[in-house]
């Protein structure tokens, strides 16, 4: 699940919802809704932060986010 994937993505790069927030020019209290689900996130959000984590796209939609490889730069 989308919303699942940010918030392990976000912890395992060490980045704090307020940095999240700050690189996505939202608030802290949105990034907690994208993270719980209650809140839909944009596709534009979605790619923004396919850029920042270093994945592909498509894999911030996975079902496991274990599953998901950093890109190598």
């Known amino acids: 699940m989308l919303s699942e994937n940010i ?10 919802q307020e940095q999240i927030a700050d ?8 990034v907690t809704q994208y993270e719980t689900g ?5 596709a534009t959000t979605v790619s923004k932060l396919a ?3 270093t994945v592909d796209e498509y894999e911030m ?4 986010p ?3 490889q950093l890109l190598s730069a």
Do not use: C, D, H, N
């Open 23 to 30: 690189y996505l020019g939202i608030s802290t209290a949105a």
């Open 51 to 53: 850029i920042l984590f």
């Open 7 to 16: 918030r392990a993505l976000r912890k395992k790069q060490g980045y704090t």
């Open 66 to 68: 274990q599953q998901m």
């Open 38 to 42: 209650a809140r839909v996130v944009p």
């Open 61 to 64: 939609y996975q079902e496991e």
